[in-house]
């Protein structure tokens, strides 16, 4: 009977944080729809030029590394693959239901260090830089699994950036600093 009490008690608080914890996720997610999210692909959407897995980390607000974006196929982190095509990039995050960024969509390409709550060696996350269907300014980071193929991808996505985006494409954060230091 002593260890009855605080069990219960301890239960108690646990259920407690994990509702407030549920009930923050949806007043995120119903504050970030009116942002949209990604675009209908085109019924017939051109051959991928590049491929490359990916494990994806997170969406924010252009240039807030630190204000995550809840987007429908993009709110949570998990392993994916990123598709560049002339007509835009296809990201397929496992458990989600694939975004399609148009190309005129697209705002830039570069490295960054740090999104959200997670921190890498420096310009270990892919940036890429869009606006949403609902015409928010959005940057999603992803950290590309084979190396090797980042400088693929990242000369992929340039090659199809609308011609004013392709200057300072590589800027990690249009606002702040250019490197966290940890």
């Known amino acids: 009977m002593d260890k009855l009490l605080p069990t219960i008690g301890i239960l108690a608080v646990v259920i407690v944080v994990l509702l407030l914890a549920i009930m923050g996720w949806r007043r995120r997610m119903r504050r970030d729809a009116p942002a949209?999210?990604?675009?209908?692909?085109?019924?017939?959407l051109a051959a991928p030029t590049t491929t490359a897995d990916v494990l994806y980390v997170a969406t924010t607000k252009a240039g807030e590394h630190l204000e995550r974006l809840a987007l429908p196929g993009l709110a949570y982190r998990g392993k994916g693959t990123v598709e560049v095509s002339q007509d835009g990039v296809q990201l397929r995050v496992a458990g989600e239901q694939p975004v399609f960024v148009p190309a005129a969509a697209l705002s830039g390409v570069g490295a960054a260090t740090v999104a959200i709550d997670r921190v890498v060696e420096r310009d270990g996350l892919l940036r890429l830089g869009w606006?949403?269907?609902?015409?928010?300014?959005?940057?999603?980071?992803?950290r590309v699994v084979d190396p090797a193929g980042r400088g693929a991808l990242t000369a992929a996505i340039e090659s199809i950036l609308?011609?004013?985006?392709?200057q300072g494409s590589t800027n990690h954060d249009r606002t702040g600093p250019k490197n966290w230091e940890v």
């Open 36 to 44: 949209g999210g990604g675009y209908t692909a085109p019924a017939t």
């Open 131 to 142: 606006t949403t269907s609902g015409g928010a300014a959005a940057d999603s980071y992803f």
């Open 162 to 166: 609308p011609g004013d985006s392709a």
